[in-house]
């Protein structure tokens, strides 16, 4: 029997009909064969309401009517993906931003702003009271929270100390904290000299958040937010513990690969699992643990400097986006903030109120991701011939979940730790690059002794 292809939504869920006593869209003989073990009493990270997010330039709010209250459809979208959620304000654009407190004349430069549009040039650009004021309506709107950066790259300290005043009075409780700069470990030989180091972003730091809690002596930070370098993270952790108790959380990007247009950033290469990350989490989390901090993953995506057109805006970057962020909750963080905005290839949402908004595939795999949140994590083993089928497994109350994610181009049969009443989700798409067609379906109670999974999809069951 061929996989079953389902109908194309537009970001709802639609219903399809249980297929009797086991879930089939594959022929079993061609399948690759793979067993799930499952201990539900080895309990790890437990994610949490807020565990997904979107990551936004600063430049974005150079236009006062993109995050606000009138902006219904984006609110909508933001609700989809979880009824709380952290937006992170910041990127490369928050270094070319300048806040002020006069109202510029005339229309807004920019609808929007973000990876893929020429307007993304690095111009100055306001941040007005107005822009806080409407983001603060859409933040309540949507029921998320902010994480907010300053520009302390090329902008005076005096003004960062500013315009932290009137975020902090603005968005009040809907801010978690505030970032110091973007990326700082990439500064060396762009805004500062060949001489930059960690010791001197520290000493850098450490001025900007004296002035910072002059005008907002309750201010609370998150950091680094560094690219790759490591040496910045575990500084930070050490030195925020023994100095700087306004430290709230611990925060870095990353990329799968990258840069886009660079040869050989493919689908191949995005689904292929990265030890890098593996062992730069084992770090991480040390860190973390050891300066009693949490760690949230602040900026990221599949590949850097907007996405790979015909890679980070198709079915696999669904795929690698729920397999991704479940991951990261693996290994301890409690958040996750894919980076996204304007038309760029790996964004979520792309599109302008004035055009229409429009659900990339990616936003399905982060849609996929929400059935964990609030849930628990337990130990879960694959034994499988392919490393690009993926499982985890959680508990919520008495609920028991299973993620099975396929990235691979044949069928696979999965045998499950238990036989009784499922629930399934499943996310699918007509093939592996396909832009469209890629949509989330749900399916009546089954028993499920073993699972089949279509090429390219991945499927959530509920015990």
Same mark, same amino acid.
Not at 5 to 14: D, I, P, R
Not at 200 to 205: G, N
Not at 437 to 459: C, D, F, P
């Given at each position: 029997?061929?996989?079953?292809?389902?109908?194309?939504?537009?970001?709802?869920?639609?219903?399809a009909?249980?297929?009797?006593?086991?879930?089939?869209?594959?022929?079993?003989?061609?399948?690759?064969?793979?067993?799930?073990?499952?201990?539900?009493?080895?309990?790890?990270?437990?994610?949490?309401?807020?565990?997904?997010?979107?990551?936004?330039?600063?430049?974005?709010?150079?236009?006062?009517?993109?995050?606000?209250?009138e902006?219904?459809? =984006?609110?909508? &979208?933001?609700?989809? @993906?979880? !009824? /709380? %959620?952290?937006?992170?304000?910041g +990127?490369?654009?928050?270094?070319?931003?300048a806040?002020?407190?006069?109202?510029?004349?005339?229309?807004?430069?920019?609808?929007?702003?973000?990876?893929?549009?020429?307007?993304?040039?690095?111009?100055?650009?306001?941040?007005?009271?107005?822009? =806080?004021?409407? &983001?603060?309506?859409? @933040?309540? !709107? /949507? %029921?998320?929270?902010?994480?907010? +950066?300053?520009?302390?790259?090329?902008?005076s300290?005096?003004?960062?100390?500013?315009?932290?005043?009137?975020?902090?009075?603005?968005?009040?409780?809907?801010?978690?904290?505030?970032?110091?700069?973007?990326?700082?470990?990439?500064?060396?030989?762009?805004?500062?000299?060949?001489?930059?180091?960690?010791?001197?972003?520290?000493?850098?730091?450490?001025?900007?958040?004296?002035?910072?809690?002059?005008?907002?002596?309750?201010?609370?930070?998150?950091?680094?937010?560094?690219?790759?370098?490591?040496?910045y993270?575990?500084?930070?952790?050490?030195?925020?513990?023994?100095?700087?108790?306004?430290?709230?959380?611990?925060?870095?990007?990353?990329?799968?690969?990258?840069?886009a247009?660079?040869?050989?950033?493919?689908?191949?290469?995005?689904?292929a699992?990265?030890?890098?990350?593996?062992r730069?989490?084992?770090?991480?989390?040390?860190?973390?643990?050891?300066?009693?901090?949490?760690?949230?993953?602040?900026?990221?995506?599949?590949?850097?400097?907007?996405?790979?057109?015909?890679?980070?805006?198709?079915?696999?970057?669904?795929?690698?986006?729920?397999?991704?962020?479940?991951?990261?909750?693996?290994?301890?963080?409690?958040?996750?903030?894919?980076?996204?905005?304007?038309?760029?290839?790996?964004?979520?949402?792309?599109?302008?109120?004035?055009?229409g908004?429009?659900?990339?595939?990616?936003?399905?795999?982060?849609l996929?991701?929400?059935?964990?949140?609030?849930a628990?994590?337990?130990?879960?083993?694959?034994?499988?011939?392919?490393?690009?089928?993926?499982?985890?497994?959680?508990?919520?109350?008495?609920?028991?979940?299973?993620?099975?994610?396929?990235?691979?181009?044949?069928?696979?049969?999965?045998?499950?730790?238990?036989?009784?009443?499922?629930?399934?989700?499943?996310?699918?798409?007509?093939?592996?690059?396909a832009?469209?067609?890629?949509?989330?379906?749900?399916?009546?109670?089954?028993?499920?002794?073993?699972?089949?999974?279509?090429?390219?999809?991945?499927?959530v069951?509920?015990?």
């Open positions: 029997m061929q996989r079953r292809k389902f109908l194309v939504g537009a970001g709802a869920v639609t219903a009909a249980c297929l009797g006593d086991r879930l089939t869209w594959a022929d079993e003989k061609s399948a690759i064969q793979a067993a799930l073990t499952v201990d539900w009493t080895r309990k790890g990270n437990t994610l949490p309401a807020d565990y997904t997010g979107l990551s936004y330039e600063s430049r974005q709010l150079a236009n006062p009517k993109f995050f606000s209250a902006n219904k459809e =984006l609110i909508q &979208l933001f609700r989809e @993906l979880g !009824a /709380t %959620g952290v937006l992170r304000i +990127g490369s654009t928050s270094e070319y931003t806040f002020t407190t006069e109202e510029p004349k005339g229309e807004p430069l920019l609808e929007i702003a973000g990876p893929g549009l020429p307007a993304n040039d690095y111009t100055e650009t306001p941040i007005t009271l107005r822009a =806080l004021e409407n &983001l603060r309506a859409f @933040l309540d !709107a /949507t %029921g998320w929270a902010c994480l907010y +950066g300053l520009n302390t790259g090329r902008g300290v005096e003004r960062a100390a500013e315009e932290a005043f009137h975020v902090y009075r603005i968005l009040g409780p809907k801010l978690i904290a505030l970032q110091l700069g973007n990326e700082p470990d990439a500064w060396r030989n762009r805004y500062r000299g060949a001489d930059w180091s960690y010791e001197s972003y520290w000493k850098e730091w450490q001025v900007t958040r004296a002035a910072v809690l002059k005008r907002v002596p309750q201010a609370k930070f998150a950091g680094p937010d560094v690219s790759n370098k490591l040496a993270v575990a500084g930070f952790a050490v030195d925020a513990k023994k100095s700087a108790p306004e430290v709230a959380l611990l925060t870095s990007h990353y990329y799968t690969m990258g840069p247009g660079k040869p050989g950033m493919t689908i191949d290469r995005m689904l699992p990265d030890p890098k990350l593996e730069d989490m084992a770090t991480i989390m040390d860190a973390a643990h050891a300066a009693g901090l949490p760690y949230r993953m602040c900026e990221g995506n599949s590949c850097w400097n907007g996405g790979q057109e015909g890679v980070s805006d198709t079915l696999a970057s669904a795929l690698w986006g729920v397999d991704a962020m479940l991951h990261f909750a693996q290994c301890g963080a409690i958040g996750v903030n894919l980076h996204g905005g304007g038309m760029g290839h790996y964004a979520p949402i792309v599109g302008s109120p004035s055009q908004l429009t659900r990339r595939p990616l936003f399905y795999g982060m996929l991701a929400k059935e964990f949140f609030g628990t994590l337990v130990e879960a083993k694959l034994e499988c011939a392919s490393d690009r089928v993926r499982a985890y497994a959680a508990v919520a109350g008495s609920k028991k979940l299973l993620l099975i994610v396929n990235k691979t181009d044949a069928p696979v049969t999965v045998k499950l730790p238990a036989a009784h009443a499922h629930a399934v989700l499943t996310l699918d798409g007509p093939s592996m690059d832009k469209d067609g890629v949509t989330i379906a749900k399916k009546g109670t089954v028993k499920v002794e073993q699972l089949q999974l279509g090429a390219h999809s991945a499927v069951v509920k015990a």
